[in-house]
């Protein structure tokens, strides 16, 4: 094969794909909009039904629902946090909810990384885009321990982070070590809290 072939086949290889997960995003963000429109996500207990209306596949739908609000940030993380605890326990919703804002805090990232600041101002308002652009700008050097805490405390907003970090020069390697060493602290909190106090 030719080189200039072996260039064309990859190219088309990777349109492919990108087309692929394109289509998955919308499936996956008609999904999770449709939910909210219905009101699932207007409580706990809202949220705990649609869930456990899946079954067998409960723990599965919560994974994926975590891990697409990160991407499309739609309720609190925190929510499903409790939800999870509630449904499965504080180690089986720990698990579900750690992969799966894990997994789309990762996937938001690879997203600003691939399609630039023109996805992440759709992503969030302009006012939110200006504000942490300022706060990156300012920081520099200093960003990386600033995504650390972000990732590590409760309530910050590490979601809009996560598009931002993509556009800036930290490797993937060190933003996927951020997150999978931070994460799981806040998400044990809440998984350990809710089931605590739960009859």
Not at 53 to 66: K, N
Not at 78 to 94: I, M
Not at 140 to 157: D, M, N
Request: aromatic share 16%; glycine share 8%.
């Amino acid at each position: 094969m030719s080189k200039i072939a072996a260039e064309s086949k990859s190219k088309r290889t990777k349109t492919f794909f990108a087309v692929l997960l394109a289509i998955l995003l919308l499936f996956c963000a008609a999904f999770l909009l449709k939910a909210w429109k219905d009101g699932h996500f207007s409580s706990v207990q809202d949220f705990q039904g649609y869930v456990s209306s899946f079954g067998v596949l409960a723990p599965l739908i919560l994974t994926l629902i975590q891990a697409l609000q990160v991407v499309i940030p739609v309720l609190p993380g925190f929510l499903g946090c409790f939800v999870g605890a509630a449904l499965f326990g504080r180690w089986g919703g720990f698990w579900c909810n750690y992969i799966g804002i894990s997994a789309g805090s990762i996937l938001a990232f690879w997203l600003a990384r691939r399609y630039g600041t023109a996805l992440v101002k759709r992503m969030v308002s302009g006012k939110t885009y200006d504000r942490y652009a300022e706060k990156i700008r300012k920081r520099e050097g200093g960003y990386t321990l600033l995504l650390f805490l972000s990732i590590l405390l409760p309530l910050a907003p590490d979601d809009y982070l996560c598009y931002f970090s993509g556009l800036t020069d930290m490797s993937s390697r060190k933003f996927i070590s951020i997150i999978v060493a931070a994460k799981p602290w806040c998400i044990l909190f809440y998984s350990f809290f809710t089931a605590s106090v739960l009859p």
